[in-house]
Protein backbone atom coordinates (compact mmCIF):
# COMPACT_ATOMS: atom_id res chain seq x y z
CA UNK A 1 0.00 0.00 0.00
CA UNK A 2 1.20 3.65 -0.61
CA UNK A 3 1.27 6.24 1.96
CA UNK A 4 -0.99 8.46 0.28
CA UNK A 5 -1.31 11.12 2.68
CA UNK A 6 2.40 11.68 2.59
CA UNK A 7 2.35 10.99 -1.12
CA UNK A 8 -0.43 14.24 -1.67
CA UNK A 9 1.86 16.65 0.74
CA UNK A 10 4.68 16.17 -1.99
CA UNK A 11 2.25 17.50 -4.79
CA UNK A 12 1.37 21.50 -4.10
CA UNK A 13 -1.42 21.84 -6.40
CA UNK A 14 -3.40 18.67 -4.87
CA UNK A 15 -4.69 21.41 -2.43
CA UNK A 16 -6.23 23.68 -5.10
CA UNK A 17 -9.91 24.73 -4.96
CA UNK A 18 -11.42 26.32 -8.10
CA UNK A 19 -13.62 29.32 -8.30
CA UNK A 20 -16.29 28.09 -6.80
CA UNK A 21 -14.24 26.75 -4.12
CA UNK A 22 -14.92 23.34 -5.00
CA UNK A 23 -11.82 20.93 -3.54
CA UNK A 24 -9.51 20.09 -7.10
CA UNK A 25 -10.06 16.13 -7.78
CA UNK A 26 -7.12 15.87 -10.87
CA UNK A 27 -8.23 13.27 -12.84
CA UNK A 28 -6.61 14.40 -16.01
CA UNK A 29 -3.27 12.56 -15.96
CA UNK A 30 -3.21 11.29 -19.17
CA UNK A 31 -3.13 14.78 -20.25
CA UNK A 32 -0.14 15.72 -17.92
CA UNK A 33 0.73 14.51 -14.60
CA UNK A 34 1.28 16.96 -11.58
CA UNK A 35 4.91 17.88 -9.91
CA UNK A 36 5.95 16.37 -6.67
CA UNK A 37 8.25 19.43 -4.52
CA UNK A 38 10.84 17.28 -5.19
CA UNK A 39 11.02 17.52 -8.70
CA UNK A 40 10.12 21.64 -8.50
CA UNK A 41 12.76 22.42 -5.89
CA UNK A 42 15.08 20.56 -7.53
CA UNK A 43 14.23 22.83 -11.08
CA UNK A 44 14.52 25.59 -8.82
CA UNK A 45 17.85 24.81 -7.11
CA UNK A 46 19.39 24.23 -10.68
CA UNK A 47 18.75 27.65 -11.78
CA UNK A 48 19.09 28.77 -8.28
CA UNK A 49 23.05 27.26 -8.15
CA UNK A 50 24.43 25.66 -11.19
CA UNK A 51 22.84 27.48 -14.19
CA UNK A 52 25.14 27.84 -17.11
CA UNK A 53 25.11 25.70 -20.88
CA UNK A 54 26.78 22.36 -20.78
CA UNK A 55 29.92 20.66 -22.75
CA UNK A 56 31.69 24.00 -23.11
CA UNK A 57 32.09 25.50 -19.89
CA UNK A 58 36.05 26.33 -18.60
CA UNK A 59 34.08 27.94 -15.46
CA UNK A 60 32.97 25.34 -12.57
CA UNK A 61 29.69 25.93 -13.34
CA UNK A 62 29.64 24.83 -16.58
CA UNK A 63 31.29 21.82 -15.33
CA UNK A 64 28.35 21.48 -12.58
CA UNK A 65 25.63 21.42 -15.08
CA UNK A 66 27.23 19.02 -17.51
CA UNK A 67 27.22 16.92 -14.89
CA UNK A 68 24.44 17.32 -13.80
CA UNK A 69 22.69 16.86 -17.42
CA UNK A 70 25.13 13.60 -18.16
CA UNK A 71 24.37 12.10 -14.74
CA UNK A 72 20.66 12.48 -15.51
CA UNK A 73 21.44 10.54 -19.25
CA UNK A 74 23.12 7.70 -16.98
CA UNK A 75 19.78 7.86 -14.74
CA UNK A 76 17.68 7.32 -17.22
CA UNK A 77 19.40 4.61 -19.20
CA UNK A 78 19.22 2.42 -16.01
CA UNK A 79 15.51 3.83 -15.35
CA UNK A 80 14.38 2.18 -18.18
CA UNK A 81 17.30 -0.80 -18.21
CA UNK A 82 19.12 0.46 -21.70
CA UNK A 83 22.47 -1.43 -22.31
CA UNK A 84 24.24 2.26 -23.19
CA UNK A 85 24.33 5.56 -22.23
CA UNK A 86 24.56 7.08 -25.70
CA UNK A 87 21.32 5.40 -26.52
CA UNK A 88 19.56 7.85 -24.67
CA UNK A 89 18.60 11.04 -27.16
CA UNK A 90 17.11 13.90 -24.76
CA UNK A 91 14.22 15.25 -26.97
CA UNK A 92 11.64 17.89 -26.07
CA UNK A 93 8.83 14.93 -25.65
CA UNK A 94 7.18 11.51 -27.25
CA UNK A 95 6.45 13.53 -30.48
CA UNK A 96 9.74 14.99 -30.89
CA UNK A 97 11.20 11.21 -30.63
CA UNK A 98 9.15 9.93 -32.85
CA UNK A 99 9.55 12.66 -35.67
CA UNK A 100 13.23 12.11 -34.91
CA UNK A 101 13.15 8.52 -35.89
CA UNK A 102 10.39 9.22 -38.93
CA UNK A 103 13.21 11.35 -40.02
CA UNK A 104 16.00 10.18 -39.57
CA UNK A 105 15.88 6.61 -39.91
CA UNK A 106 12.77 6.60 -41.97
CA UNK A 107 15.07 9.06 -44.91
CA UNK A 108 17.65 6.53 -45.08
CA UNK A 109 15.28 3.22 -44.36
CA UNK A 110 12.35 3.36 -46.69
CA UNK A 111 12.11 3.38 -49.99
CA UNK A 112 9.49 3.56 -52.56
CA UNK A 113 6.92 0.40 -51.80
CA UNK A 114 8.43 -0.03 -48.58
CA UNK A 115 5.05 -0.49 -45.90
CA UNK A 116 5.03 0.84 -42.45
CA UNK A 117 2.87 -0.58 -39.41
CA UNK A 118 1.08 0.76 -37.11
CA UNK A 119 -2.78 0.40 -34.90
CA UNK A 120 -5.45 1.99 -35.23
CA UNK A 121 -5.18 3.28 -31.86
CA UNK A 122 -2.46 5.38 -32.27
CA UNK A 123 -2.17 8.80 -31.41
CA UNK A 124 -1.66 11.62 -33.84
CA UNK A 125 2.13 11.62 -32.99
CA UNK A 126 2.60 8.25 -33.58
CA UNK A 127 0.60 8.30 -37.11
CA UNK A 128 0.76 11.26 -39.00
CA UNK A 129 5.44 11.70 -39.15
CA UNK A 130 4.48 8.06 -40.45
CA UNK A 131 1.68 9.23 -42.51
CA UNK A 132 3.57 12.13 -44.00
CA UNK A 133 6.97 9.60 -44.29
CA UNK A 134 5.15 7.56 -46.58
CA UNK A 135 3.47 10.13 -48.38
CA UNK A 136 7.25 11.44 -49.76
CA UNK A 137 8.34 7.82 -49.84
CA UNK A 138 5.90 6.55 -51.97
CA UNK A 139 5.44 4.07 -49.54
CA UNK A 140 2.51 2.78 -47.44
CA UNK A 141 1.06 2.98 -43.98
CA UNK A 142 -0.87 -0.53 -42.85
CA UNK A 143 -3.32 0.07 -39.87
CA UNK A 144 -3.90 -3.14 -37.96
CA UNK A 145 -7.28 -2.66 -37.18
CA UNK A 146 -8.98 -2.07 -33.09
CA UNK A 147 -11.76 -4.51 -32.00
CA UNK A 148 -15.30 -2.94 -30.17
CA UNK A 149 -13.28 -3.74 -27.06
CA UNK A 150 -10.01 -1.67 -28.31
CA UNK A 151 -7.90 -4.57 -28.71
CA UNK A 152 -5.64 -5.26 -31.30
CA UNK A 153 -5.69 -8.74 -32.74
CA UNK A 154 -2.00 -10.51 -32.71
CA UNK A 155 -2.92 -12.98 -35.32
CA UNK A 156 -3.25 -9.56 -37.45
CA UNK A 157 -0.40 -8.29 -36.84
CA UNK A 158 1.12 -11.32 -38.13
CA UNK A 159 -1.06 -11.26 -41.26
CA UNK A 160 -0.06 -7.65 -41.90
CA UNK A 161 3.45 -7.68 -41.73
CA UNK A 162 5.05 -8.37 -45.35
CA UNK A 163 8.31 -8.59 -46.65
CA UNK A 164 8.10 -4.83 -47.61
CA UNK A 165 7.37 -3.86 -44.17
CA UNK A 166 10.37 -1.89 -43.01
CA UNK A 167 9.11 -0.59 -39.49
CA UNK A 168 6.46 -1.46 -36.92
CA UNK A 169 5.21 1.56 -34.40
CA UNK A 170 2.55 0.59 -31.54
CA UNK A 171 1.63 2.88 -28.52
CA UNK A 172 2.96 0.96 -25.29
CA UNK A 173 -0.72 2.06 -23.68
CA UNK A 174 -3.63 3.92 -25.35
CA UNK A 175 -4.27 7.42 -24.80
CA UNK A 176 -7.86 7.00 -25.38
CA UNK A 177 -9.09 3.48 -24.21
CA UNK A 178 -6.44 2.76 -21.68
CA UNK A 179 -5.82 -0.58 -23.56
CA UNK A 180 -2.08 -1.96 -22.76
CA UNK A 181 -1.19 -3.12 -25.83
CA UNK A 182 0.98 -6.77 -26.58
CA UNK A 183 4.25 -4.57 -27.21
CA UNK A 184 6.06 -7.80 -26.37
CA UNK A 185 4.69 -10.00 -28.66
CA UNK A 186 4.35 -8.15 -31.63
CA UNK A 187 7.97 -7.56 -30.95
CA UNK A 188 8.65 -10.85 -30.99
CA UNK A 189 6.77 -10.99 -34.09
CA UNK A 190 8.31 -8.37 -35.92
CA UNK A 191 11.88 -9.48 -35.20
CA UNK A 192 11.06 -12.89 -36.73
CA UNK A 193 11.02 -11.01 -39.71
CA UNK A 194 14.14 -8.55 -38.58
CA UNK A 195 11.99 -5.66 -39.01
CA UNK A 196 12.57 -3.21 -36.04
CA UNK A 197 9.84 -1.66 -33.50
CA UNK A 198 9.08 1.52 -32.46
CA UNK A 199 7.01 2.00 -28.87
CA UNK A 200 5.38 5.24 -28.14
CA UNK A 201 5.52 4.62 -24.15
CA UNK A 202 4.07 8.10 -23.48
CA UNK A 203 1.28 6.52 -20.95
CA UNK A 204 3.20 3.62 -19.54
CA UNK A 205 5.86 5.14 -18.17
CA UNK A 206 6.37 6.49 -14.68
CA UNK A 207 2.92 4.00 -14.28
CA UNK A 208 4.27 0.88 -14.41
CA UNK A 209 8.45 -0.71 -14.81
CA UNK A 210 9.57 -0.42 -18.39
CA UNK A 211 12.11 -1.93 -19.54
CA UNK A 212 13.29 -1.57 -23.29
CA UNK A 213 16.33 -4.32 -22.61
CA UNK A 214 13.55 -6.96 -21.96
CA UNK A 215 10.91 -5.65 -24.29
CA UNK A 216 13.74 -5.78 -27.01
CA UNK A 217 12.22 -2.65 -28.47
CA UNK A 218 14.82 -0.81 -31.10
CA UNK A 219 12.60 2.54 -30.27
CA UNK A 220 11.24 3.26 -27.44
CA UNK A 221 9.80 7.49 -26.77
CA UNK A 222 8.34 8.50 -23.80
CA UNK A 223 7.82 12.51 -22.59
CA UNK A 224 9.03 13.97 -19.18
CA UNK A 225 5.58 15.79 -18.34
CA UNK A 226 3.70 12.47 -18.20
CA UNK A 227 6.07 10.79 -15.95
CA UNK A 228 5.70 13.77 -12.86
CA UNK A 229 8.33 15.54 -14.63
CA UNK A 230 8.62 19.01 -16.44
CA UNK A 231 7.27 20.14 -19.81
CA UNK A 232 9.54 20.30 -22.39
CA UNK A 233 11.32 17.05 -22.02
CA UNK A 234 11.42 13.51 -23.25
CA UNK A 235 13.66 10.87 -24.27
CA UNK A 236 14.08 8.50 -27.21
CA UNK A 237 15.84 5.37 -26.54
CA UNK A 238 17.50 4.22 -29.84
CA UNK A 239 19.17 0.55 -29.99
CA UNK A 240 22.69 0.83 -30.69
CA UNK A 241 22.23 -1.25 -33.53
CA UNK A 242 20.07 1.78 -35.29
CA UNK A 243 22.06 4.73 -33.79
CA UNK A 244 25.57 4.23 -36.04
CA UNK A 245 22.69 4.20 -38.95
CA UNK A 246 21.28 6.94 -38.47
CA UNK A 247 21.82 10.47 -39.61
CA UNK A 248 21.25 13.66 -37.93
CA UNK A 249 18.07 15.37 -37.30
CA UNK A 250 19.00 19.06 -36.95
CA UNK A 251 21.73 20.98 -37.25
CA UNK A 252 23.57 23.31 -35.41
CA UNK A 253 25.71 24.00 -31.94
CA UNK A 254 26.76 21.22 -29.75
CA UNK A 255 26.44 18.23 -32.81
CA UNK A 256 29.26 18.54 -34.03
CA UNK A 257 33.24 18.00 -34.16
CA UNK A 258 34.40 20.12 -36.64
CA UNK A 259 32.77 22.42 -38.66
CA UNK A 260 34.05 24.67 -42.29
CA UNK A 261 32.22 26.69 -44.56
CA UNK A 262 31.87 23.75 -46.98
CA UNK A 263 31.59 20.78 -44.61
CA UNK A 264 30.92 19.20 -40.97
CA UNK A 265 31.50 15.99 -38.95
CA UNK A 266 29.42 15.58 -36.48
CA UNK A 267 29.93 14.56 -32.52
CA UNK A 268 29.80 11.68 -31.08
CA UNK A 269 26.52 9.74 -30.20
CA UNK A 270 24.14 10.57 -28.96
CA UNK A 271 25.59 14.15 -29.00
CA UNK A 272 24.92 14.75 -32.61
CA UNK A 273 20.74 14.08 -32.45
CA UNK A 274 20.80 16.75 -29.86
CA UNK A 275 21.61 20.29 -31.56
CA UNK A 276 21.44 23.54 -30.17
CA UNK A 277 21.14 24.08 -26.26
CA UNK A 278 19.02 21.67 -24.70
CA UNK A 279 16.07 21.81 -21.85
CA UNK A 280 18.74 21.43 -19.18
CA UNK A 281 16.89 22.59 -16.13
CA UNK A 282 14.02 20.01 -18.18
CA UNK A 283 16.93 17.14 -18.05
CA UNK A 284 17.39 17.44 -14.23
CA UNK A 285 13.73 17.80 -13.30
CA UNK A 286 13.74 14.87 -15.05
CA UNK A 287 16.61 13.01 -13.42
CA UNK A 288 14.44 14.27 -9.90
CA UNK A 289 11.21 12.68 -10.87
CA UNK A 290 12.96 9.53 -11.72
CA UNK A 291 14.45 9.21 -7.98
CA UNK A 292 10.41 10.29 -6.79
CA UNK A 293 9.36 7.62 -8.70
CA UNK A 294 12.10 4.63 -7.53
CA UNK A 295 11.35 6.78 -3.94
CA UNK A 296 7.93 4.71 -4.18
CA UNK A 297 8.43 2.20 -6.39
CA UNK A 298 7.16 1.40 -9.77
CA UNK A 299 5.30 -2.23 -9.11
CA UNK A 300 3.63 -0.70 -6.26
CA UNK A 301 2.79 2.26 -8.35
CA UNK A 302 1.33 -0.02 -10.99
CA UNK A 303 -0.17 -2.19 -9.03
CA UNK A 304 -1.96 0.89 -7.18
CA UNK A 305 -2.73 2.89 -10.35
CA UNK A 306 -4.34 -0.55 -12.39
CA UNK A 307 -6.21 -1.46 -9.05
CA UNK A 308 -7.97 2.07 -8.90
CA UNK A 309 -8.21 2.78 -12.84
CA UNK A 310 -9.94 -0.75 -12.61
CA UNK A 311 -12.05 0.22 -9.92
CA UNK A 312 -13.45 3.61 -12.08
CA UNK A 313 -14.00 1.38 -14.78
CA UNK A 314 -16.45 -1.03 -12.78
CA UNK A 315 -18.02 2.11 -10.68
CA UNK A 316 -18.77 4.08 -13.46
CA UNK A 317 -20.32 1.36 -15.62
CA UNK A 318 -22.80 1.19 -12.92
CA UNK A 319 -24.36 4.58 -14.37
CA UNK A 320 -27.15 3.95 -16.66
CA UNK A 321 -26.89 5.37 -19.74
CA UNK A 322 -23.39 5.65 -19.43
CA UNK A 323 -20.74 3.34 -21.89
CA UNK A 324 -17.83 2.35 -21.26
CA UNK A 325 -15.20 2.90 -24.54
CA UNK A 326 -13.13 0.24 -24.82
CA UNK A 327 -13.00 -2.84 -22.32
CA UNK A 328 -9.60 -4.05 -22.89
CA UNK A 329 -8.88 -7.25 -20.77
CA UNK A 330 -5.30 -5.06 -19.43
CA UNK A 331 -6.14 -1.53 -18.72
CA UNK A 332 -3.69 1.01 -17.58
CA UNK A 333 -4.78 4.14 -15.84
CA UNK A 334 -7.23 5.41 -18.40
CA UNK A 335 -11.07 5.11 -18.76
CA UNK A 336 -12.84 6.58 -21.62
CA UNK A 337 -16.60 6.73 -21.13
CA UNK A 338 -19.60 8.59 -22.70
CA UNK A 339 -23.63 9.27 -21.89
CA UNK A 340 -25.78 8.20 -24.66
CA UNK A 341 -27.21 12.35 -25.81
CA UNK A 342 -24.36 14.17 -23.39
CA UNK A 343 -21.87 15.49 -25.59
CA UNK A 344 -18.43 15.27 -23.78
CA UNK A 345 -17.58 18.64 -23.32
CA UNK A 346 -20.90 19.37 -21.75
CA UNK A 347 -19.76 16.05 -19.23
CA UNK A 348 -16.19 18.14 -18.47
CA UNK A 349 -17.62 21.49 -18.38
CA UNK A 350 -19.89 20.77 -15.50
CA UNK A 351 -17.26 18.25 -14.05
CA UNK A 352 -14.89 21.32 -14.33
CA UNK A 353 -17.48 23.15 -12.16
CA UNK A 354 -17.00 20.72 -9.34
CA UNK A 355 -13.33 21.21 -9.02
CA UNK A 356 -12.89 17.57 -11.24
CA UNK A 357 -10.24 17.76 -14.07
CA UNK A 358 -11.53 15.46 -16.88
CA UNK A 359 -10.42 15.36 -20.45
CA UNK A 360 -13.08 15.69 -23.54
CA UNK A 361 -12.42 15.52 -27.10
CA UNK A 362 -11.18 13.25 -29.67
CA UNK A 363 -7.54 13.13 -27.97
CA UNK A 364 -5.78 13.59 -30.65
CA UNK A 365 -6.70 10.11 -32.30
CA UNK A 366 -9.69 10.86 -34.64
CA UNK A 367 -9.05 8.01 -36.82
CA UNK A 368 -9.84 5.90 -33.92
CA UNK A 369 -13.15 8.16 -33.06
CA UNK A 370 -13.99 7.71 -36.71
CA UNK A 371 -13.65 3.80 -37.05
CA UNK A 372 -15.89 3.57 -33.21
CA UNK A 373 -18.40 6.23 -34.76
CA UNK A 374 -18.23 8.55 -32.12
CA UNK A 375 -17.11 12.12 -32.08
CA UNK A 376 -14.88 12.25 -28.72
CA UNK A 377 -15.18 10.75 -24.97
CA UNK A 378 -14.61 11.79 -21.95
CA UNK A 379 -11.46 10.53 -20.47
CA UNK A 380 -10.39 10.28 -16.62
CA UNK A 381 -7.17 9.27 -15.91
CA UNK A 382 -5.52 8.30 -12.83
CA UNK A 383 -2.18 8.62 -11.09
CA UNK A 384 -0.50 6.82 -7.53
CA UNK A 385 -2.03 10.28 -6.02
CA UNK A 386 -5.57 9.75 -6.52
CA UNK A 387 -7.73 7.53 -4.58
CA UNK A 388 -11.00 5.48 -4.35
CA UNK A 389 -13.08 8.44 -2.45
CA UNK A 390 -12.14 10.74 -5.79
CA UNK A 391 -13.54 8.10 -7.95
CA UNK A 392 -16.71 8.36 -5.69
CA UNK A 393 -16.90 11.92 -6.05
CA UNK A 394 -16.73 11.68 -9.98
CA UNK A 395 -19.19 9.07 -9.81
CA UNK A 396 -21.52 11.04 -8.06
CA UNK A 397 -20.71 14.42 -10.00
CA UNK A 398 -21.34 12.06 -13.40
CA UNK A 399 -25.20 11.28 -11.68
CA UNK A 400 -25.77 15.00 -11.52
CA UNK A 401 -24.64 15.50 -14.74
CA UNK A 402 -27.35 13.03 -15.88
CA UNK A 403 -30.05 14.66 -13.69
CA UNK A 404 -29.30 17.82 -15.65
CA UNK A 405 -29.86 16.55 -19.25
CA UNK A 406 -33.17 14.48 -18.05
CA UNK B 1 -26.54 21.04 -8.20
CA UNK B 2 -24.92 24.73 -7.92
CA UNK B 3 -26.27 28.04 -9.34
CA UNK B 4 -23.48 28.64 -11.32
CA UNK B 5 -24.55 25.59 -12.97
CA UNK B 6 -28.10 25.91 -13.00
CA UNK B 7 -27.62 29.18 -14.70
CA UNK B 8 -24.83 27.93 -17.61
CA UNK B 9 -27.12 25.06 -18.26
CA UNK B 10 -30.22 27.71 -18.64
CA UNK B 11 -33.59 26.14 -19.51
CA UNK B 12 -33.51 27.67 -22.96
CA UNK B 13 -30.14 26.09 -23.44
CA UNK B 14 -31.26 22.76 -22.15
CA UNK B 15 -34.37 22.75 -24.61
CA UNK B 16 -32.85 24.09 -27.59
CA UNK B 17 -30.64 20.80 -26.95
CA UNK B 18 -33.26 18.51 -26.71
CA UNK B 19 -35.58 19.62 -29.04
CA UNK B 20 -33.34 21.80 -31.58
CA UNK B 21 -35.35 24.40 -34.21
CA UNK B 22 -35.12 24.18 -37.82
CA UNK B 23 -32.68 20.87 -37.53
CA UNK B 24 -32.63 19.78 -40.82
CA UNK B 25 -30.83 18.72 -43.80
CA UNK B 26 -31.85 20.93 -46.97
CA UNK B 27 -29.54 19.51 -49.36
CA UNK B 28 -31.23 22.19 -52.39
CA UNK B 29 -30.14 24.83 -50.40
CA UNK B 30 -28.50 27.82 -52.31
CA UNK B 31 -26.38 27.82 -49.93
CA UNK B 32 -24.81 24.99 -47.51
CA UNK B 33 -21.95 26.57 -45.23
CA UNK B 34 -20.13 24.23 -42.50
CA UNK B 35 -19.62 25.03 -38.99
CA UNK B 36 -16.52 23.23 -37.96
CA UNK B 37 -14.24 23.29 -34.46
CA UNK B 38 -11.48 21.00 -35.30
CA UNK B 39 -11.00 21.58 -31.18
CA UNK B 40 -13.67 19.41 -30.28
CA UNK B 41 -15.06 17.80 -33.47
CA UNK B 42 -18.38 19.68 -33.25
CA UNK B 43 -19.70 20.48 -36.73
CA UNK B 44 -22.83 21.74 -38.54
CA UNK B 45 -24.32 22.29 -41.63
CA UNK B 46 -26.33 25.82 -41.97
CA UNK B 47 -28.84 25.49 -45.25
CA UNK B 48 -30.35 28.81 -46.47
CA UNK B 49 -31.46 31.23 -49.33
CA UNK B 50 -30.97 34.13 -50.30
CA UNK B 51 -33.19 36.23 -51.61
CA UNK B 52 -31.44 39.87 -52.34
CA UNK B 53 -30.34 40.78 -49.33
CA UNK B 54 -33.15 38.35 -47.18
CA UNK B 55 -31.63 34.82 -45.46
CA UNK B 56 -34.73 32.42 -45.90
CA UNK B 57 -35.03 29.11 -45.22
CA UNK B 58 -32.53 29.20 -42.31
CA UNK B 59 -31.43 25.25 -41.13
CA UNK B 60 -29.19 23.26 -39.73
CA UNK B 61 -27.94 20.10 -39.33
CA UNK B 62 -24.92 17.94 -37.28
CA UNK B 63 -23.63 17.42 -34.57
CA UNK B 64 -22.42 19.20 -31.55
CA UNK B 65 -22.66 19.88 -27.52
CA UNK B 66 -25.51 21.97 -26.01
CA UNK B 67 -24.11 25.06 -25.91
CA UNK B 68 -22.98 24.96 -29.88
CA UNK B 69 -26.13 23.04 -30.82
CA UNK B 70 -28.99 25.00 -28.84
CA UNK B 71 -26.66 28.48 -29.93
CA UNK B 72 -27.15 27.29 -33.62
CA UNK B 73 -31.08 26.64 -33.58
CA UNK B 74 -31.41 30.19 -31.66
CA UNK B 75 -29.62 31.29 -34.44
CA UNK B 76 -32.02 29.83 -36.93
CA UNK B 77 -35.37 31.25 -35.37
CA UNK B 78 -33.60 34.07 -34.57
CA UNK B 79 -32.53 35.01 -38.31
CA UNK B 80 -34.50 33.19 -40.76
CA UNK B 81 -36.07 35.77 -42.58
CA UNK B 82 -34.32 38.48 -41.49
CA UNK B 83 -31.67 40.67 -43.92
CA UNK B 84 -28.01 40.37 -43.61
CA UNK B 85 -27.53 43.83 -42.16
CA UNK B 86 -30.25 42.59 -39.01
CA UNK B 87 -27.97 39.64 -38.70
CA UNK B 88 -24.56 41.23 -38.83
CA UNK B 89 -26.44 44.11 -36.09
CA UNK B 90 -27.14 40.95 -33.71
CA UNK B 91 -24.19 38.97 -33.86
CA UNK B 92 -22.04 42.35 -33.13
CA UNK B 93 -24.62 42.66 -30.13
CA UNK B 94 -24.37 39.21 -29.03
CA UNK B 95 -20.21 39.13 -29.28
CA UNK B 96 -20.22 42.39 -27.27
CA UNK B 97 -21.84 40.64 -24.11
CA UNK B 98 -20.07 37.40 -24.87
CA UNK B 99 -17.03 39.50 -24.13
CA UNK B 100 -18.21 41.00 -21.15
CA UNK B 101 -19.49 44.89 -22.12
CA UNK B 102 -22.74 46.08 -20.76
CA UNK B 103 -25.90 44.83 -21.61
CA UNK B 104 -27.82 46.37 -24.16
CA UNK B 105 -31.42 45.89 -23.84
CA UNK B 106 -31.93 45.31 -28.08
CA UNK B 107 -30.19 41.73 -27.84
CA UNK B 108 -33.10 39.13 -27.96
CA UNK B 109 -33.42 37.77 -24.82
CA UNK B 110 -33.05 34.24 -25.60
CA UNK B 111 -28.97 34.83 -26.10
CA UNK B 112 -28.84 36.01 -22.98
CA UNK B 113 -28.99 32.13 -21.27
CA UNK B 114 -25.53 32.51 -22.93
CA UNK B 115 -24.19 34.70 -20.36
CA UNK B 116 -22.84 31.87 -17.85
CA UNK B 117 -20.53 30.97 -20.40
CA UNK B 118 -18.13 34.56 -20.36
CA UNK B 119 -17.32 32.73 -17.32
CA UNK B 120 -15.56 29.29 -19.41
CA UNK B 121 -13.81 30.61 -21.94
CA UNK B 122 -12.87 27.55 -23.37
CA UNK B 123 -16.41 27.20 -24.30
CA UNK B 124 -17.58 30.60 -25.99
CA UNK B 125 -16.11 29.37 -29.50
CA UNK B 126 -18.86 26.46 -28.94
CA UNK B 127 -21.42 29.53 -28.73
CA UNK B 128 -20.66 31.62 -31.36
CA UNK B 129 -19.77 28.51 -33.71
CA UNK B 130 -22.64 28.97 -36.24
CA UNK B 131 -23.10 32.61 -35.80
CA UNK B 132 -18.59 33.04 -36.41
CA UNK B 133 -19.28 30.63 -39.87
CA UNK B 134 -22.13 32.78 -41.34
CA UNK B 135 -20.40 35.66 -40.76
CA UNK B 136 -17.55 34.12 -42.36
CA UNK B 137 -19.67 33.35 -45.19
CA UNK B 138 -21.53 36.40 -45.63
CA UNK B 139 -17.67 38.65 -45.25
CA UNK B 140 -16.37 36.76 -48.38
CA UNK B 141 -19.30 36.97 -50.54
CA UNK B 142 -18.71 41.14 -50.07
Known amino acids: MLSLTQIREDFPILSRTNKSGEKLVYLDNAATTQKPNQVIDTISNFYKNHNSN??????FLGVEATELYENTRKKVRDFIGANHTEEIIFVRGTTEGINLVASSFGSSSITVGDRILITGMEHHSNLIPWQQL??????????ISVSSNGEINIEEVSSKITNDTKLVAISHISNSLGTINPVEEVIQIAHRRGIPVLVDGAQAVGHQPVNVNSLDCDFYAFSGHKMFGPTGIGVLYVKEEYLSQMSPYQFGGEMIRSVTYEDASFADLP??????????????????????????????IKAYTEDLSLYMAKKLSTIEDLQIIGKPQFRGSIVS???????????????????????????????LMQSMNIPGTSRASVAFYNDKNEIDIL???????????? | ???????????VILKHNSDPQNFKKREDAKYIIEAYNPVCGDQFKLYFDLDGNTISNLSFHGYGCAISKSSAS?????????????????????NNVLSGKPLNDKIPEELLAFTPVIAHPGRIKCVTLGWDSLTEFLNSEK
Do not use: W
Not at chain 1, 54 to 59: D, F, M, P, V
Not at chain 1, 395 to 406: G, R, S, T
Open chain 1, 337 to 367: FNFDQIHPHDVATILDEKGIAIRAGHHCTMP
Open chain 1, 395 to 406: YEALKAVKNIFN
Open chain 1, 271 to 300: HRFEAGTPDIAGVVGLGAAIDYLHSIGLDK
Open chain 2, 74 to 94: ILTTLLNGKKVEEFININDLF
Open chain 1, 134 to 143: ARQKKAHLDI
Open chain 1, 54 to 59: IHRGIH
Open chain 2, 1 to 11: MSDNLKSLYHE
